[in-house]
């Protein structure tokens, strides 16, 4: 279990590292090209609104091929995070309850 766990947190840090690289590209690009839409994604990196903008994918409905490009790692990375997140502090909890799987 131990191990599940240790690939669950892996997973979370590589979404975030991903995340942290897409961010600042897709803000310049919106930045650009949508500057009215700019606001969706929040004023910095670790704001609620640019996460859940990334987990719904709200850059479909732009129509630009660049744009889809640039976000679509960011949502898989969004997605990584949440999921290895989740898996991880599930895992840990029953881990320190003492149960096995």
């Known amino acids: 279990m131990l191990f599940i766990l240790l690939v669950a947190l892996g997973v979370a840090i590589a979404g975030l590292t ?3 690289m897409t961010w600042p590209l897709v803000s310049a690009q919106l930045r650009d090209r949508h500057p009215q839409r700019r606001p969706e994604l929040g004023p910095h990196l670790f704001a609620p609104s640019g996460f859940v903008w990334f987990l719904r994918a709200s850059w479909r409905g ?8 640039l976000s679509f790692p960011g949502t898989v990375a969004a997605w ?3 999921l290895g997140g989740a898996a991880s502090a599930l895992l840990f909890a029953l881990r320190v309850t003492g149960v096995a799987i």
Do not use: T
């Not at 732009?62 to 490009?69: I, V």
């Open 18 to 20: 991903a995340y942290v």
């Open 62 to 69: 732009f129509g630009d091929a660049d744009l889809n490009f």
């Open 80 to 82: 990584a995070i949440a």
